[in-house]
């Protein structure tokens, strides 16, 4: 039982702005702060997952074997299906990309921004 865990990033509207060597720089400075922000919100059981995000062309990948099912908080096989409900590190969770987001979004936009060259 295997799985990658996918965050996209969509920046169609900068895109058509700027060059495309500019928001290929702001979408890994962006990146790259998105991985650093979101580990405090990473189950983290043995610190496997939380140090596992990578940066891709439009987003994070998260590899591993767990990866996929505790971005979901839930995984299946032929017979069954089931959730997680109790995390060992409190605060941390299914999702992490919407609970960090409210909290770094803006800063996020800023490091793309800075990225760019545009601020």
Do not use: H
């Amino acid at each position: 039982m295997g799985g990658t865990a996918y965050v996209k990033i969509d920046l169609k509207g900068l895109e058509k702005k700027c060059s495309p060597e500019a928001v290929r720089r702001g979408k890994v400075a962006m990146i790259s702060q998105m991985i650093d922000d979101m580990e405090q919100f990473i189950p983290n059981k043995d610190g496997e997952l939380s140090t596992s995000g990578a940066p891709i062309a439009d987003g994070i990948r998260y590899p591993g074997p767990y990866a996929r099912a505790q971005f979901y908080g839930s995984s299946y096989n032929k017979t069954k299906r089931w959730t997680f409900k109790k995390y060992t590190t409190p605060g941390t969770g299914k999702r992490w990309d919407r609970k960090a987001t409210p909290k770094y979004a803006k800063q996020w936009g800023d490091t793309a921004l800075k990225g760019m060259g545009i601020k």
